[in-house]
């Protein structure tokens, strides 16, 4: 195998690494707050009209959505005392809008569905330190338009990426050092 061909894939990896562990989330205390606006194109706030979601971060094909909808709301966090956690909706009027289970711990993923099925984070920027984040989604809507849409996420921080990824991404760019001094 080329040189250049194990340095692209190594980066490519280390690349997915990151974008996968931005996605995410942890609580920083035992709720959550999702503000959603919609004040229009141009502003920086808007949901263009999307349902907001929490997944299970086990749950790769957003499945199983606590389902946070247009206008925003709390998700408050219980330990089940069985090595999973209970997530729970309420609504920006204080009603409960339904809960799921988080597998192995409290972590979980958002989603963002303008009609054509839920689309990941794409961008998260911190907005105060230490837990505020701008949350930005990019899909598609029912007809195949393009959509982008953010929440504002109060309480929570990204997951870093476990240390084992970087150390398997550091121990690849190790052996294109050796293989290219034994071709060299």
């Excluded at 949901?47 to 929490?54: D, F, I, R, V």
């Excluded at 989604?137 to 953010?150: H, I, P, R, V, Y």
Aim: hydrophobic share 40%; net charge negative.
């Amino acid at each position: 195998m080329k040189i250049s061909q194990i340095i692209v894939a190594t980066s490519f990896m280390l690349a997915s690494s990151v974008a996968t562990a931005a996605t995410i989330w942890a609580p920083t205390n035992m709720d959550t707050d999702f503000i959603q606006f919609d004040f229009g194109d141009g502003v920086g706030f808007t949901t263009n009209g999307g349902n907001l979601a929490l997944f299970d971060d086990d749950d790769t094909g957003f499945i199983k959505p606590l389902k946070i909808g247009e206008s925003g709301g709390q998700v408050v966090f219980s330990d089940n005392n069985d090595g999973s956690w209970n997530a729970e909706f309420f609504d920006v009027g204080n009603a409960s809008g339904g809960s799921i289970t988080l597998s192995g711990d409290n972590s979980f993923s958002l989603g963002m569905d303008w009609g054509d099925g839920y689309y990941g984070d794409s961008n998260a920027s911190l907005l105060s330190s230490p837990d505020t984040y701008l949350v930005v989604f990019d899909g598609l809507d029912g007809s195949g338009a393009k959509k982008s849409g953010n929440t504002l996420a109060v309480d929570l921080a990204p997951v870093p990426v476990p240390a084992a990824v970087w150390l398997f991404g550091s121990g690849l760019l190790g052996l294109v050092g050796i293989a290219r001094r034994k071709t060299a």
